[in-house]
Every structure is written in C-alpha cells, then in structure tokens.
C-alpha cells in the first residue's frame, strides 16, 4: 500500500497545531537533555579513566605498604631493578608545615619522590618545569593552597620537622590526584633523600611507603600473579595501572548511573506529560476522528496518522534536548573538576547523542500511543449524531493491554538500561514507584477533598477555583505528580546536604576547632601550656596507646581471622582515633557468627579513662569505678567496647579479650558496651581501658582544643610546631570548609539535575493549562456573559493555579521530608532535622511559579470578548 | 444492491432495554434514490447508522452488493464504506485543519491512491469551487462547505451515497442549490442514494420515500421523481 498519502494526511492534519503538539512533547526535552548531558559527561568520563590510566599512577605496577618494605619485598625490588626496571619510591606522612616568614603553620601531607617519579604523566607546576629541579636540593613543590594557607609565596622557606626547604614553586595539576584533597590536607612534594634529616618518621609514626616500576604491562600483570602472595605475607598491596583503571571505572560507572538516572527520571516526568497533553489533544480531535472513520479510515490507520505527528513532534523535541544537553555538558565537568581524579575532555559522544534522539523519540511515542489507542473506542456514529451510547460490552481491548505493557516495558528497559546493574536499578524504580505513588494518591485525595470541602464561607471565585481542581477533564493529576515529583527531588537534596553538614559545623560555642595530636607523653605538658598561653582552650585529651587483638574467648586472632594481607592494616581518621567505616570494606563475606575479618585483624587505637564522655552512652554493663577496674584478685582487666565493633566481633558483656600491646598481653573481660557518637570530630575510641591498666604503656597523646577566633588558631598552630615538630594540629574548621565544599559540588550536581524536574513538571502544567484551553474560554465567555469582570475570572484561574501549585510542592515536601527521614536513618545514619524556614521558601517560590504559568498561559481566556467566542460556536 | 433483513436496534437506557428500530425490511436497487422520512426521534439516524456500517444491528443483517455487514469487524466495515460509501452529513463534517481541497481527497488518501489532488480538483471545479481549493473549512460558507462535502463524497466514485439532512444547516435556497448538485452528481456517476431527512419537499424528488414512525417502517410508497 502507498503509505505517502496517509503521511501527508497526517502532516497536514497537524495543521494548526504544530505549535501546541511541539509544546506537549517538549516535556520530554529538558529530560532528554539531562539524559544526554549526564550520559556524554560519563562517556566522556570514562575515556579519561582509560587515555589516563598510567598516568594517573605515574607507573604501570605499585607497592604499598603503612610499613616500611621487608626484606621480601626488598629482594623483590633489587630484582626488578637488576632487570633494569626502573624503580623510584614514594614516602608519604603528615606533617606540619611551617612558613618561616610569616609563622603561618598548617598540617600537610609530604610525599618524599625518588628521581624518576613520575614515570607517565606530567606534574604541571608553576613557574613551569620547576619538577625537574625539585631533586636538585632541598626543594619543596606544594598546593597552592598550601601558600594560601600560610600566607607564604614561592621562594620562602618552609619547615618540615627538623629541615628546611626552598619553596620553588606549586602544583598545577598532578595526574591521579583529586583536587579537592589539598582542601583537606595540602600536599608538599620533597626529595625523598632529605626525609631523615627532617626526623619525622619515627617508631610508631604513621607513613605509607610505596614503590612505582615501568614495565610492560604483559609483565606487570605476570609480575603481580607471581609475587602477590609473597608480598602479602609482608603486608604490601600491589596492583597494576589496569586495576587500578577497573577500579576506578566501576566507581565512576556508578556516579554516571546515578545521574543519569536522575536524568531518566526527569524524562519520565515529560513522558507523563506527553501522554495528559496527547489525551487532551486527542478529545478536541474526536469529531475529526469520527469523520476520518466515516470516510473508511481504519482505526489502526487513525492511530498511524497521530502517532505520527506525536513522532515527528517527539524527535523535534529530543533533537532540542539533545542540543540543550550538549550544551549542559559543559557544565557537568566545571562543577566536578575538583572531585575527580581525571581530566574530563569535553567530546561529542555519538552514542549519547543517539541515545539520547532514540530515547526521547521512543518515551514520546510510547506514551503518547495510550490516548490514541482510546481513539479506536470513538465510533464514526459520532459523525451523524452527538451522543453516542458507549459499547456496551466492555470487554478488555486487547491494544490498551498491549500499550500498556508496551510503556512498562519501555520504563523498565530505560531504568535498568541508565543504572547498569540490577540492585540500584530495582532500588531506585521502587523508590520513585512509591514516590510517584505517593504524590499520585495524594492528588486523587485532594480531588476528593475539593469536591466536598466546605467552600461556602469563600468568596465566588475561590470556591470556583477550588472546584476546578475536580471539575471533569481536570488535570490535577498529572500536574501534581509532574511538579510535585520535581519539588520532591530539589527538597531531599536540601535536605541530605543539610542534614549531612549539620553534625560538622564546629561554630558552636562548646566544640573543638583544633586537633592536636601524635603529641608525646613528655610533651603533653608543654603543649598545653603554650595552648593556654595563647588563650586556647584544651577540651578533651586522650591518651592512645596501639594495640591489636590476640585472641577472643580463648581463640586466637590469626585462627579467627586468617591474614589476608596489609589491607588488615588500620589507617587511623584524623580525630586521632578510630577510622571506622571506610575500614569495613575488605570485611569477608563471612557467616552470620563468625567475627568481622577488619575488626579482629585491625590495629586498635586505644585510651584509657574511668569514666563515659559526651559523645558516649552506655547501653550494657556498668563502668568501673575511678582507680578500680584492675586486675582484682589476678582476673582479667575491665574493658569497655562501642556496640558496633562488638558486633562486629561478635562478642558481648562477659566476654574475654587478650590484647596485644607493643608484645605485652593483657587479658581482659568486657564489663560494658558503649554507643558512640561517631559524627563528632572529637576523639572517640572503640575500646576503652581503665587508667590503672594501660598508664604504664607507651602512649601518645590526642587533645581537642577550642581557640577563640582565626587568628589565635593560626598563632596555637605556629607555636605548637616551632616548640614541637613532630605534633600535627589539624584545623578543623579548614575541614570543615572542605566538607562543605564537597558535599556543596555534590548537591550542585543533583540540584542542577533535579531542576530539569522542576522545569519539566513547569511544561507539564503549560500543557494541562493550554489542552484545557478551550474549554476555559467558553466557560469563561460564558461566565461573562452572565456578568462575571475579567477581574472575577482573573481570580477564578488565580485561585486554581495557587491551590493546585501549593498542593503540588507540599506534597513534595512532605514525601521528600518521609524520604530524607528514611534516608538519614538507614543510609547515612545521622541524626535527622528538618529546616522548616528553607522547605517552607521552596514551596512558596514553586506555588507563585505555578500561579504565573498558569494565568500566562490562561492570557488568551481574556483577549476574547463575549461576542467573538459565541460566534465561533 | 442494499438489503435491509429484519432490523432490530435496542438501546440500554437506566438499565432498561429501549428499542430504537423493529422489524425494519427493505431493498434498494442500484441507482435508486431512497428517502427515508419520519418525525424527530423515529429512528431514521439509528437506521442510517445501521445501512452505512457505522453501527451494528441488535438482530437482522445488512447486505451491501451481498456482503453483509454485521458479519464484518469494525475495521473491515471501514475499508468497505473507503471503496464503495460516499456520505453527506447535516454538519458538513470537514476537517477543520485541512484545505478544501485536502478534504476532498482523504477516502483516496486513506486507500493509498497517490492520485487524490488532481482528482479533488477536477470535482471541486465540478462544483463550482475550482479556485477555492486552498481555502479552509472556517474561510468557507455553509454553502461552499457543503459543496465540498459533495466533492469529497463522490471522489471515490462511490456505489451507495448515504445523505443524512443535507439540507439541514442551509437556508432554502441554498438547500435547493445543493440538492440539484447532488442530484446531477448522482446521475453522472449512477450511484444509489439514500437520504435521510424530515424535509417533506426534498423527499418529494426522490424515486422512493420509505416513512419511519416509532423505529418501525409504516409505508413504503414512490415518491415525486417518478
């Protein structure tokens, strides 16, 4: 059959309404381009991950070890050496930075490099090519943030320990590095000949060793299924430029399901549009369609005709949202430089742009078929008489089934297609199901609560406005879950950003700004006298002496817990005390009553104290008595351990651990369980010692101190460390500020996202607003026939599009505030607060938003005079 | 040949049965012009509905050239009315975004034949709106839309031509206009013409005025045009 014909038809058919059909399916535009902008930005991503793979490492093969290298390991690098591999080793420790000039102080991370390191990648400083000349002396390269942290400039000396180095310039860009981490703590690159002389790493000091090698990568990979098990018997990790690119790709994957995710969401959101506007567009066509049908069209034909124009509309939309997302690309990387250990090139990714075409053409299609299907119940009896009594019989049409399994599988495939793997996929479906749901029920509910609130006490048009909420055709629906959804998603971000920072703001009167610590016994007393001599307060000190577990219940460790290498090993959190959940990663997947692996194999940062502080509660046992809790009568010393490593280690009150203190055992009984504040930087332990017991153990000392305003923080930082080198301070509102500064990109990114939400849910009302045009007209045209002002209609259409934007972003906020409730809780475990004042402004903002959208698109109701709508009739 | 067997049309109205046409039989020879008159609410639209395909009988059959059509699916029955149905409706029945001349050819285009416009321009011409073929419904006179809705009924060359009040939102004159049009139209090509109307005088110049009263047939007798 000739086909031209039809589609001809069909385009001329969309006559005069282009304009109004582009408006419906441009929902899915702005969701397209989030689609779009998210998946090139994770293309893109991941070509950077790939092109930098070596260079990000510097090597093709790594060492690492927190101890230094043993003699295995050793002979492991003279081999490769004698091989003619080259070989440079890296040291890295914190240390407290010291500008001589300006006395400015402030703890940095030093990385003493062997010449040769870097093998791949480039160090951009500046001035440029100051890397070259760090080896030539006692050189320093450091962050910029650094200088600006100590009101330093290059050329100035800068103390490290017992030594002194030139600074000669700073780090530009270092392959491999995370930006955001010289917020934390800024690096200082030294010759690593010159670490000695600066004495700061001693026994018991922290410091991570590694080796870097270029070889073949064919070699690398042979080198690492060789020695692996040789090295972990010395507690040194290894792992190649490959790995570590699959690590990294599969973590990076992830970040770009979850955007694009959002994005789908957002497309999800215009699918639900287009499917209201083609049903609205759809019943003004009815009289057309009834025609066509006399005429001999097939209602498969008719289907054809406006799926057609909903297609064509539907790519000349995703075309738009394509290029808006292109464009949004660039945006994408600016906002997350600094939090990615890769450039990201800005590139056209072809599958992006196809996916993106393909998508937005298929959710347009696939949600629009729903009202065309219903097309097939308009009988051409409609041509030669207005009523037509409905099919009598009504039976399921086998075509809606079909479309409506069509659209779940459409949804389906999209979500699970965006979130890569299944777990995420179904978690995230569900959610938004139930959300989706949820603003769903709510509408259906305030439908019927329009339909029989007591109304009568307002004025004419409010009660009008109201009852156009549940009039026939309304689109009440539609608009709340679009709009709704998007206020939903802007709010739990809020909320996650604010709840999440809230337990870190260090402003409060009563908590600590300074972090003191690797202070020794003979030194405790020095450092506080020169504290309080700068007017700085000690709140908290704690003695902490490193220990390991020996055996629980009699079993020893290395029985309950087989070694599995130098991952056991404990990096402690710059509280000075326990790190706790980034040590759970390499927990095995061990059953239910088995230790955790982490908890029995960790090195333990331990205090002792007789009694609970401020950041502990106690849910078990009771706490010994100050200067009791010994060994009474030759029995076990009292212990008392955090609830959730006692989980962990699947012991409870009662239960008896040996320790391990520096080769001294120490048999103990647990005589309580502690829960522990862990949110607070503060130092916090997960066992706790009576003070009779562990007194006598080498020890060094972690203190909290609050210094009353900058100034005296920088003055306590610089005299600390000019009296005592080798004590780190960490300024914890600079932590703070950093925090601040992730979580705020992090939010950025998700807000900029869930803002193409919002501004769909904004289309989507356009649309109900503009396929119920006509009826309003009339209706308006009538009301001023019987004597209704243009001011009355004014505040008809007002008080409609203020209620149905109020219930819209309130029901938002009420499920975002039952979403953030549920996420505090179970994922990030905070405490949970709700900043009513902000939510408040968003709904306010979103509801005067919706009043203007609405009484915009509503101008032409008014631009009718009585007469001219009537003679149109 | 249309065949009209033992009609029964039954609504459902609050639930209870309401009977629309009864035992309504009759034949209509080819190139016959058919009547059929009755008071408002007679049933004349309901047997219309029923003739042309667009409605299925409660009982009895309907056989066009001997096909019947009650034994077609909905979408057969519109391939059907494509190929051999012409119709003219009281309210014109144009497509509002559609020229006059698009109008006209839509039973073509909807069979695929890539041949509409020339032909919707010669029958536009026939009927007197040669230079109005890009013109709009809305930019049209009921007199002129209807004229087009005569074009568009006879471009397929049509078997049977079903007019339902042709007349209706016309005045006199007007009417009479349209009716001689379709009256020559109908000679030309030889289709069968069946007209629905209350029009008495109109009626008058068909061959043969079949009277319905209460859903039932009560005289089936020659008209004016013998």
């Known amino acids: ?873 | 040949m249309l065949i009209a067997d033992d009609l029964q049309k039954t609504y459902r109205s609050g639930g209870r049965p309401l009977s629309a046409l009864q035992n309504v039989s009759f034949r209509v020879e080819p190139g016959e012009t058919v009547a059929i008159v009755g008071p408002s609410g007679s049933g004349k639209t309901t047997l219309l509905g029923l003739l042309a395909g667009l409605d299925r009988p409660s009982s009895g059959r309907v056989l066009l050239d001997g096909t019947d059509l009650g034994a077609l699916s909905e979408d057969d029955r519109a391939r059907l009315r494509r190929e051999k149905i012409g119709f003219v409706f009281q309210s014109f029945q144009l497509i509002p975004t559609l020229t006059a001349r698009e109008n006209v050819s839509v039973p073509l285009d909807l069979a695929g034949d890539g041949g509409g416009a020339a032909r919707a321009n010669e029958l536009l011409e026939r009927v007197g709106l040669g230079g109005r073929g890009h013109h709009y419904p809305a930019q049209l006179s009921g007199g002129e839309q209807q004229r087009v809705a005569l074009a568009r009924a006879f471009i397929h060359r049509p078997s049977i031509l079903f007019a339902d009040e042709p007349t209706g939102n016309l005045d006199a004159a007007t009417g009479a206009r349209i009716i001689e049009l379709m009256m020559e139209l109908n000679r030309e090509i030889g289709t069968t013409l069946v007209l629905v109307t209350h029009d008495l005088d109109l009626a008058a110049r068909a061959r043969r005025v079949i009277r319905l009263a209460d859903g039932a047939v009560v005289s089936d007798e020659p008209g004016g045009a013998q």
């Open chain 1, 1 to 873: 059959m000739n086909l031209r014909p039809l589609l001809a038809l069909s385009w001329r058919e969309s006559r005069f309404a282009r304009r109004r059909l582009l408006l419906f399916l441009s929902s899915i535009t702005l969701g397209v381009a989030a689609l779009v902008a998210t998946q090139s930005f994770a293309a893109n991503l991941a070509a950077g991950v790939r092109d930098q793979a070596r260079d990000m490492m510097g090597a093709d093969v790594s060492l690492s070890s927190n101890r230094p290298f043993g003699p295995r390991t050793e002979r492991v690098l003279d081999s490769l050496r004698r091989a003619r591999i080259p070989v440079a080793r890296v040291t890295s420790f914190a240390s407290m930075a010291l500008a001589e000039r300006t006395g400015g102080a402030r703890l940095a991370q030093v990385r003493a490099v062997e010449p040769g390191y870097p093998f791949y990648g480039e160090i951009v400083t500046a001035p440029a090519n100051r890397w070259m000349d760090l080896q030539r002396g006692r050189n320093a390269l450091v962050d910029p943030a650094l200088l600006i942290a100590l009101d330093a400039r290059v050329g100035d000396s800068l103390e490290l320990g017992e030594s002194t180095f030139t600074i000669i310039g700073t780090l530009e860009k270092v392959p491999g590095a995370v930006g955001i981490g010289s917020l934390f703590a800024p690096r200082v690159y030294i010759p690593a000949r010159y670490v000695k002389e600066t004495q700061l790493i001693r026994m018991g000091s922290r410091a991570d060793y590694e080796a870097y090698a270029r070889m073949p990568a064919e070699r690398a990979e042979r080198l690492l299924a060789d020695r692996r098990a040789v090295l972990r018997g010395e507690r040194v990790g290894m792992s190649t430029a490959r790995e570590q690119q699959a690590d990294l790709d599969r973590a990076l994957r992830r970040l770009g399901s979850f955007l694009s995710l959002v994005g789908t969401f957002a497309l999800l959101l215009g699918g639900i549009g287009v499917a209201s506007a083609m049903g609205a567009y759809i019943a003004q066509k009815r009289d057309t369609v009834a025609t066509l049908r006399c005429l001999g069209a097939t209602a498969p034909q008719v289907i054809f005709i406006y799926l057609l124009q909903a297609g064509v509309m539907g790519l000349i939309g995703a075309a738009l949202g394509t290029a808006i997302g292109l464009a949004v690309q660039w945006v994408l990387p600016r906002l997350l430089a600094d939090l990615l250990p890769v450039q990201v090139d800005t590139a056209l990714s072809l599958p992006a742009v196809l996916t993106g075409v393909g998508v937005g053409v298929w959710i347009a299609v696939a949600f629009a078929l729903l009202p065309l299907i219903a097309t097939r119940r308009i009988s051409p009896l409609q041509a030669i008489r207005r009523r037509v009594e409905p099919d009598e019989t009504r039976r399921r049409d086998p075509w809606a089934i079909g479309g409506w399994a069509l659209l779940a599988a459409s949804i389906v495939a999209l979500v699970f297609l965006q979130a890569g793997e299944m777990g995420t996929g179904i978690g995230f479906t569900a959610g938004i199901a139930a959300t989706l749901f949820a603003l769903w029920l709510s509408a259906w509910l305030v439908t019927k609560a329009a339909r029989r609130a007591p109304t009568g006490a307002l004025g004419y048009p409010t009660r009008q406005g109201i009852a156009n909420l549940h009039r026939p055709g309304n689109q009440t629906r539609v608009v709340v879950l679009a709009l709704g959804f998007g206020v939903f998603l802007l709010a739990v971000v809020y909320l996650m950003q604010s709840n999440l920072l809230r337990p870190l703001r260090v402003d409060a009167k009563s908590q600590g700004n300074l972090l003191l610590f690797d202070v020794q016994a003979d030194q405790e007393a020095g450092v506080r006298q020169i504290l309080a001599g700068g007017g700085t307060e000690v709140l908290q000190r704690a003695p902490i002496i490193p220990m390991r577990i020996h055996s629980i219940n009699g079993v020893p460790a290395t029985t309950l817990a087989p070694g599995r290498g130098g991952d056991a090993e404990a990096a402690d959190s710059a509280g000075g005390g326990e790190a706790r959940r980034s040590e759970r990663r390499d927990g095995p997947p061990g059953d239910d009553d088995a230790p955790e692996g982490w908890a029995v194999r960790r090195e333990y940062r331990s205090t002792y104290r007789d009694t609970l502080v401020d950041s502990e509660t106690l849910l078990r046992g009771r706490m010994w008595r100050p200067g009791a809790g010994g060994q009474a009568g030759g029995g076990p010393a009292e212990v008392s351990m955090d609830v959730s490593v006692a989980e962990d280690l699947k012991v409870d009150v009662g239960d008896q651990i040996v320790w391990d203190v520096q080769g001294v055992r120490i048999p103990t009984r647990i005589t309580s369980i502690r829960e522990v504040d862990w949110q607070r930087l503060e130092p916090n332990f997960f066992a706790v010692f009576p003070t009779e017991v562990l007194q006598g153990a080498p020890q060094t000392w972690v203190m909290l101190a609050r210094a009353p305003d900058a100034p005296a923080r920088a003055t306590a930082q610089r005299d600390v460390v000019r009296r005592y080198s080798n004590v780190a301070v960490l300024d914890l509102t600079a932590i703070q500020a950093a925090l601040d500064d992730v979580l705020g990109r992090v939010a950025a990114v998700i807000r900029f996202l869930a803002a193409f939400s919002v501004a769909t849910g904004f289309i989507v009302l356009l649309g109900a607003v503009l396929s119920g045009r006509l009826q309003r007209i009339r209706e308006s045209v009538l009301l001023r026939t019987l004597g209704a002002t243009r001011r009355q209609i004014a505040r008809v259409l007002l008080a409609e599009y203020l209620s149905l934007g109020l219930l819209a972003s309130l029901a938002g906020i009420l499920l975002a505030v039952i979403a953030g409730w549920a996420l505090a809780r179970w994922l990030f475990e905070v405490d949970y607060a709700v900043p009513v004042l902000p939510l408040l402004w968003l709904a306010l903002g979103v509801t005067a938003l919706s009043a203007a959208v609405g009484l915009l698109a509503s101008r032409e109701v008014f631009r009718h005079t009585p007469l001219e709508a009537l003679r149109e009739e």
